[in-house]
């Protein structure tokens, strides 16, 4: 079965900013950085696996993927 991303606001998913939905978008991003943060310090103190990544991930869309995605990049040194 394949996954549906959920139907939400699509404004708040624009990478166009200005249509007024960059206060949205900004919170979404924030919320992916603390929930890979949160990932990140289960995963080094081992109570977290590549599993809970791979459903994470999969639950995931738009801004707060992008900011999941960023802290992950900065933790194994791909983005500086």
């Not at 394949?2 to 919170?27: I, Y």
Request: net charge negative; with cysteine.
């Amino acid at each position: 079965m394949a996954a549906v991303a959920p139907q939400g606001n699509t404004q708040d998913e624009s990478p166009d900013c200005h249509s007024g939905g960059c206060s949205g978008q900004a919170l979404h991003v924030i919320a992916g950085e603390a929930k890979a943060a949160e990932f990140l310090t289960r995963l080094h103190s081992q109570q977290a696996d590549p599993d809970e990544l791979a459903v994470l991930v999969s639950m995931m869309y738009g801004a707060a993927l992008r900011g999941f995605c960023r802290v992950i990049a900065k933790a194994i040194g791909g983005v500086r």
